[in-house]
């Protein structure tokens, strides 16, 4: 009788530098994770910052995926923007498009796509600007697998679309009772233990319920986990989620398989 392996993503925000300003250790973190949500140059990134994540993600095995969001540089893509639909769906083609170009010259492709910061908080509820990213990522390539925030109208809208959508557990953030990230402004919204941190991911992984802030259990379906490269000191907390994991039993990778070949 064979096995069951269990399996579980690891996915982390990278390239999230510009020009001379950088974010985080891609370097390292790509030998931790999976999967690499790329920055595509509207909330971080340049073309060279792209191109050089590309080319490690793809030497290390780890899926590309294309980070999307507002036009929105100086906030970090943090800010919401009343973006009209038709000018959205255009931006989130554009992303993809461009990221996917450094990806394929580094030998893989862009292998699915996940929203950020404001854009990912909104289209939880927004199913406007949710219907919008749905018909970019139709529009682009169909066969890409999405992630996003278990529940939502985006993942909702995802699928009744025909697309593969793929909840994700935030590793570092606090969630509210409904099953939402507490805001980053609030206190305790960011966690910062990573013993913590380890122990809340494996149970999330094995389908056990976590805490949220007012200490409700909450119950979060989810095949992909994110480390967060902006975090406080996240290379050692993304090590030790990995080796918590491993050491329970868990395979660790991609739901979209390894950088996609061309």
């Keep these: ?7 579980i993503d690891l996915n982390s925000d990278l390239g999230e530098g510009f020009g001379r300003w950088e974010l985080g250790d891609d370097e390292a973190l790509l030998a931790i994770v999976t999967s690499a949500n790329v920055a595509c140059g509207f909330h971080a990134g340049d073309p060279t910052i792209m191109r050089r994540t590309c080319e490690t993600a793809v030497a ?9 969001g507002y036009r929105d540089l100086a906030g970090f893509g943090r800010r919401f923007i009343e973006v009209p639909p038709g000018d959205l769906a255009d931006e989130i083609v554009y992303q993809i498009g461009a990221l996917d170009a450094f990806a394929r010259l580094a030998g893989g492709r862009v292998s699915y796509v996940k929203p950020h910061g404001a854009l990912y908080n909104a289209i939880v509820h927004h199913e406007v600007q949710a219907a919008a990213v749905v018909a970019a990522v139709r529009a682009y390539d169909p066969s890409l697998p999405v992630l ?6 985006w993942l909702r809208m995802a699928e009744a679309a025909g697309l593969t959508p793929i909840g994700e557990f935030f590793a570092d953030r606090a969630y509210t009772p409904e099953g939402t990230l507490v805001p980053r402004g609030r206190p305790g919204a960011v966690l910062h233990d990573a013993e913590e941190v380890a122990r809340r991911c494996l149970r999330v992984a094995q389908g056990d319920p976590v805490e949220a802030v007012d200490g409700t259990p909450l119950s979060l379906r989810a095949a992909s986990i994110c480390v967060h490269g902006d975090s406080p000191d996240p290379v050692p907390m993304a090590r030790k989620v990995r080796e918590a994991l491993a050491a329970s039993g868990f395979e660790i990778v991609s739901f979209a398989g390894e950088a996609r070949p061309r």
């Design 1 to 7: 009788m064979s096995r069951l392996i269990r399996t």
């Design 148 to 153: 996003g925030l278990p529940g939502s109208a």
């Design 60 to 68: 290390r095995g780890v899926a590309i995926g294309a980070q999307v």
